[in-house]
C-alpha cells in the first residue's frame, strides 16, 4: 500500500493523509476547496488542530504529501468528506460521497482498496459500491449478503473516533472498527490502517461498522441527556445537580455525566439523527435525548429571563447579562454548533438586555454575534448584573466567583 489518496481534506481527512504520509507512504489529499489546496501545498494548514501543522510540514517538504484538486490513481482511496443534513428531517446529504465515488470511479483498477470513513447511515457504503459500479460495470464489485467472495475491488468502511483537540495522538492509539463488505476487504483495509495505527483494528462487516460510529456517539448524547433532565428536575425540586450525580456517581455501577448548556460540535449533535432518520418508529430514547439536549439552550434562556424580571422589579431597567464561555465545549476556540453561541444570538436580539461576550479563546466574534461586545472576563464580573457561565474554560475554573451578582452556572464550575 504505497500510495493512498484522500478525498475531503478536512478535520478528519487532512490528519489522515498526514499521517500516512508521514509513516511512508506517497499521499495525494483531493479537496474542492482551492485554498485549502494552496495552503497544505505551503505546508501549512486551514484548521484548529495541536500539532498537526508540523506533522503536514514534514509531510510536504518530503515530498510525501501533496494536495490536489483532482485525484490519481492509487493502491487505496480514502474518503472523508462531509455528510451533512438535507431537507427538515434530518435527512442525510450523500451528495459529497457521490460527487466522490464518480470521480474515483474512473481511476479504479482491480485489486484497489475503497474506505469510507465519512460518518454516514447504514447502507451507505453499500450505496457507493452501487455508484462505483453504474461507472464501472467492466470490474466487479463486492456485495454485503456474500462476505465470502471475492471482487475485483475491496471495500470497507471503517470510521474514525478521534476527538477534537486530540487527533495527532488519537489516531495512532485508538482502536479502530474495519467494516469490510467482504472478509478479503477487511483484510485489505486492516493492511492500509496498519501504516500508523498502533492500537487494535477490530474486524466486523460494513454495516456494523457504520451502526457502531453512530452508536457511539448516541450513546454519549444519551447519558448528557440524562444529565441534563436531571438538571432540570434538580432545579425544580431545589437541589444541587452536581452534588446529587456526585453522590449517586460513588456507586460503584453509576457513572452520570454533566449536564450543560446543551450539546455542540459536529459529531454528537448531528450524527444521533441519522438513526432517528432512518428508524423513526423505532429509535424512541435516541430522539428524545435529542430533543432534551438541544432545547437546553433555551432553558437557560429562561433561567436568564427570570433573573432578569426579578431586577427590573427593583428597578433595574436594561440589565446587562454577561455570557462567560462561547465554545462548544471547553479549551478549545471552536465554536460551530455551540449552545452557548445560541444563547448569545438570541439575548443580542433582545433589546431590553445589555450583553457582554467572554471567550478567552478566541480574538474575533464570529458574524452572528458581531454585534456583541468581546471584553475581558475581569470587565464582565465588574459590569454585568448576572453573571451566566456557559463553558467550562479553566479560566473560569480558577476564577473566585465570590461576589455581590447573580450567577447562573450552566456547568457546574461554582
Ligand atoms: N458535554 C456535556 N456533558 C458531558 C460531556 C460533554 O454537556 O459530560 C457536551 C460538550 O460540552 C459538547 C458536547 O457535549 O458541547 C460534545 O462534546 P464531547 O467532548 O462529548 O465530544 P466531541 O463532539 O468533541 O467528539 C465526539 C467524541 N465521541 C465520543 O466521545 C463518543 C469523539 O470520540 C468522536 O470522534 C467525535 O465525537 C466524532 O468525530 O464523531
Known sequence: MKNICVFGLGYIGLPTAAMFAHHGANVIGVDVNQHAVDTINQGKIHIVEPG???????????????????????????????????????????????????????LLEKGDVVILESTSPVGATEKMVEWLAEERSDLTFPKYHEPENEADIFVAYCP???????????????????????????????????????????????????MAKLTENASRDVSIAFAN???????????????????????????????????????????????????????????????????????????IKAEVDKLKEIGIDKPTVALLGLAFKPDIDDLRESPAVNIAEKLLNNSALGVLLVEPNITTLPSKLESGDLVELSEALEKADIITILVGHAQFKHTSFNIDKVIIDAVGIV
Open 229 to 303: 433532565e436531571l438538571s432540570i428536575i434538580s432545579d425544580k425540586l431545589d437541589i444541587n445537580v452536581w452534588e446529587l450525580i456526585e453522590l449517586a456517581n460513588h456507586h460503584p455501577r453509576v457513572n452520570i455525566l454533566q449536564p450543560g448548556a446543551g450539546v455542540g460540535g459536529h459529531c454528537i449533535a448531528v450524527d444521533p439523527w441519522f438513526i432517528v432518520n432512518q428508524n423513526p418508529n423505532e429509535a424512541k430514547i435516541i430522539r428524545a435525548a435529542r430533543e432534551i439536549n438541544d432545547s437546553k439552550p433555551d432553558w437557560v434562556i429562561g433561567k
Open 160 to 210: 474514525e473516533r478521534v476527538l477534537p483537540g486530540k487527533v495527532v495522538e488519537e489516531l495512532i492509539s485508538n482502536d479502530r472498527i474495519i467494516g469490510g463488505m467482504t472478509k478479503e476487504s477487511t483484510k485489505k483495509a486492516q493492511e492500509v490502517y496498519r501504516i500508523f495505527v498502533e492500537g487494535e483494528l477490530l474486524e466486523t462487516n460494513s454495516r456494523t461498522a457504520e
Open 52 to 106: 498537526l501543522e508540523a506533522i503536514v510540514k514534514q509531510a510536504v517538504d518530503n515530498g510525501k504529501l501533496k494536495a490536489s484538486l483532482t485525484p490519481v490513481h492509487s493502491d487505496a482511496y480514502l474518503i472523508a468528506v462531509p455528510t451533512p443534513f438535507k431537507g427538515n428531517d434530518h435527512e442525510p446529504d450523500l451528495s459529497y460521497i457521490h460527487a466522490v465515488s464518480k470521480a474515483l470511479a474512473p
